[in-house]
């Protein structure tokens, strides 16, 4: 994970996929349908054919999942898709990474699970409504209420609850979800106690 600062905009997730050879992945995604914004020479931004800011850069050797801290832990970014890019979108995505595929908890989410060593995965959310592509981060929570209360003295403003998680919006206008999953395992809660299956 890293934090970034933009010129313009309204800033928001998005992702970094790190390549050993950056242009042949970027050259993938752009077969795969993704058009190309800017070449940075060493990395490359693309958009994906349903409208999701991605970047292409240097592999540093990053395997470190971040630490649960304070009951909670970074481990998942979202990618929200209209309904009428879902189909193409998941497909674009499994291919690019080469991630093993399968649905979620709910018939809206697809999970694409990285391999051992790399420290997080994406999840897919089909949208209810048509509106542009999106990202925000997943924090997997031992206690959501608690990791709530906190965030909320932090400067985050609670917008939603969810059947498993909480959304809010962070103190720069950012929106992010806490969940259930287990932040070690990043298993669902399962009749009271964890899953150690994502």
């Known amino acids: 994970m890293k934090l970034q600062g933009v010129g313009e905009g309204d800033g928001g997730a998005h992702v970094d996929l790190c390549a050993e050879d950056v242009r042949e992945l970027a050259g993938l995604a752009r ?3 993704a058009e190309p914004v800017a070449d940075h020479g060493d990395w490359a931004v693309l958009r994906s054919p349903g409208g999701h800011l991605f970047c292409v850069v240097p592999w540093l050797g990053e395997s470190v999942r971040p630490p649960v801290v304070a009951g909670s832990r970074l481990d998942q970014v979202c990618l929200d898709i209209p309904p009428s890019a879902y189909g193409t979108e998941t497909e674009f995505w499994a291919r690019l ?3 093993r595929q399968r649905a979620g908890s709910r018939p809206e989410f ?5 391999p051992p060593g790399l420290p997080v995965r994406l999840l897919l959310q089909r949208l209810d409504d048509e509106r542009p592509a999106s990202a925000h981060l997943d924090l997997a929570c031992a206690d959501i209420a608690a ?3 906190r965030h909320e003295e932090l400067g985050a403003v609670f917008v ?3 059947a498993h998680w909480a ?3 962070d103190p720069a206008g950012g929106t992010y979800c806490l969940t259930g999953r287990d932040p070690v395992t990043g298993g669902l809660p399962e009749g009271g106690r ?5």
Do not use: N
């Open 97 to 99: 990474t080469g991630w």
């Open 194 to 198: 964890r899953s150690t299956v994502a």
């Open 147 to 149: 990791v709530r209360a």
């Open 167 to 169: 959304v809010l919006r």
């Open 110 to 114: 697809t999970v694409l699970e990285p």
């Open 31 to 33: 077969t795969l349908g």
């Open 160 to 162: 939603r609850q969810g």
